[in-house]
């Protein structure tokens, strides 16, 4: 055989002889081959015998097969072949059947699969690894936190090309100065006798003067993971918090390309909230992500650049409706707890703007209305209002002492001799209902200073302590009881919290969708008078199981 050396072996030879007849090799390929034939005996008598096999295969003519061939080659085979043949094309139904209970017993196994592979209702106790954004992402370019143009209304039709051209929501119909043109800020005024009455309920002015956390201490938000991992353990938290990062992450898939969340839906123009959006952000805040760093610091970003869209200049938040202060408060707060992580001056004047609205619009018997002007005050408003405006005085904002004192006259008037709070006055308890508005009062009256031993605290605690969290499939779960009770009984300490808190892991842990699509999230819930869809209620049971780092524990 005259071989001589060369790149291309005969075994690689003999793979591409084929592949160059039929016009599939490269022209690389082809080169190297026919110099490899070239000095290689073997191989090129190979490749003339396969270029006459398959030039002789071309000439051959296509030729029909007879309708009788498959009977005379069946004649050929023996009987018992023969028999089993026809049976088996005589009953070709039963290949139907076959394949149908193969694709049903696939299914099973898949369905088998599914359920044994998903998360179960308690995941372990250490935190666990969810799907999240990468921490070191590349942020991107930061909002200009500008008045936009007057919004367009979500009825419109239009095709949207970017996230710009969005709707954001109603647009505000009136203003503070349309309802309280004559008020100047800050008016509430405490008499001497008020005053007199507040030194004997022991309230004490030195927890005003400082703020819910003291301006450079900052929140607990601020704090390490390993840090909040602790305190959760010393304050019974434990396995609490993989359904807080199942609940974030899920809360993190539903935002829209606004950067808002919907009241009644997961897509666009579907019912957008500013105050489920607050709600959602105080969330992830803290968690400790904001609009600067942390896991979920574009979900924070796009959140508050919504917010800041939707407040107008003289700081109202949203459309003016019957829970509008409500939303002003949970907005604020937001904006609150972003400057308290970031320190960003942007956020200084839309906060104080928001600020001023609030205590303009503070009643003359020292609480919240629903609504600014609103004929009757509100406990649950007041609450969050007193959260928002001890966060603010936090942060360094201008908040009078008046205001302080006004909210625990308040708070006051409205407590009955059993320590219960009415919703709007004293003994106002719509339906017999009285724990929501009661837990709010509860927790405020700590916030404010009022003493730990004090007799209406002490009867309140009782009250909660008859009704322990619960969330059963027939939907007696509460949101705001869960939320407000929670913050207030965790202050309160001892085996009262203790009892508070294991019933209120069983009724939120349990309640976590665990499977499917919605997996981390929890089933919509009322809230008070309002039925609240899934994004409200995970948003709020993210919130309420992050009690344990979320605002410390008041000393006496």
Request: net charge neutral; glycine share 8%.
């Amino acid at each position: 055989m005259d071989r001589k050396s060369s790149d291309m072996d005969c075994k690689q030879c003999r793979g591409l002889i084929v592949d160059q007849l039929l016009g599939e090799a490269t022209r690389e390929e082809a080169k190297a081959l026919d110099e490899h034939c070239a000095s290689c005996g073997e191989c090129r008598a190979e490749k003339e015998a396969v270029t006459a096999a398959l030039a002789a295969y071309r000439s051959l003519a296509e030729v029909e097969a007879s309708a009788t061939l498959d009977d005379r080659l069946l004649a050929l085979a023996p009987a018992q072949d023969r028999l089993r043949a026809r049976t088996v094309r005589l009953n070709w139904w039963q290949h139907s059947v076959i394949w149908s209970a193969a694709s049903a017993a696939c299914l099973v196994f898949v369905v088998w699969l599914a359920r044994h592979t998903a998360p179960s209702h308690r995941p372990p106790r250490a935190p666990i690894e969810v799907a999240m954004p990468k921490e070191k992402q590349e942020l991107p370019e930061p909002i200009a936190w500008t008045k936009p143009e007057p919004p367009i209304s979500t009825r419109t039709r239009i095709d949207w090309k970017s996230p710009e051209d969005i709707p954001l929501d109603l647009p505000v119909t009136m203003d503070i100065e349309d309802l309280l043109p004559d008020k100047e800020p800050y008016h509430y005024l405490v008499s001497d006798q008020e005053l007199n009455l507040l030194a004997q309920l022991g309230v004490r002015e030195d927890v005003n003067e400082a703020g819910l956390f003291g301006v450079s201490d900052g929140l607990l938000a601020k704090q390490t993971r390993r840090e909040k991992e602790n305190l959760v353990y010393t304050y019974l938290g434990h396995g609490t918090q993989a359904h807080v990062s199942y609940g974030l992450s899920w809360l993190a898939s539903k935002q829209a390309r606004s950067g808002a969340w919907g009241s009644g839906g997961y897509r666009e123009g579907d019912g957008l909230s500013v105050e489920t959006t607050a709600l959602c952000m105080l969330a992830f805040l803290t968690d400790g992500s904001s609009h600067e760093v942390g896991v979920y610091k574009d979900n924070v970003r796009r959140a508050m650049g919504y917010l800041l869209a939707r407040q107008s200049e003289t700081g109202l938040f949203g459309a003016m409706g019957p829970d509008f202060m409500r939303t002003q408060s949970l907005s604020t707060l937001a904006l609150v707890e972003a400057f308290l992580l970031t320190s960003d001056d942007s956020l200084l004047d839309p906060i104080a703007k928001a600020v001023g609205v609030i205590l303009k619009a503070q009643r003359k018997d020292g609480g919240w209305g629903s609504n600014v002007g609103s004929g009757k005050g509100n406990t649950l408003v007041t609450a969050w209002l007193v959260m928002l405006l001890k966060e603010a005085r936090s942060a360094g904002f201008d908040v009078p002492d008046e205001c302080f004192s006004g909210a625990s006259l308040w708070f006051h008037k409205a407590t009955d001799q059993h320590g219960r709070i009415g919703h709007s006055k004293r003994g106002d308890f719509p339906g017999g209902q009285y724990r929501d508005s009661t837990a709010a009062g509860l927790l405020a009256k700590q916030l404010l200073g009022w003493p730990r031993n004090h007799i209406s605290l002490r009867r309140a605690e009782k009250e909660l302590g008859k009704q322990l969290p619960k969330w059963d499939r027939k939907d007696t779960a509460d949101l705001g009881y869960l939320y407000f009770g929670t913050l207030a009984m965790f202050q309160r300490g001892g085996k009262a919290w203790e009892e508070w808190n294991q019933n209120l892991k069983d009724a939120l842990m349990f309640r976590q969708i665990a499977r499917g699509r919605e997996i981390g999230s929890w089933p919509g819930a009322r809230d008070g008078e309002h039925r609240r869809d899934r994004i409200y209620a995970t948003a709020m049971a993210v919130l309420t199981l992050q009690v344990y780092y979320r605002y410390p524990v008041l000393s006496e």
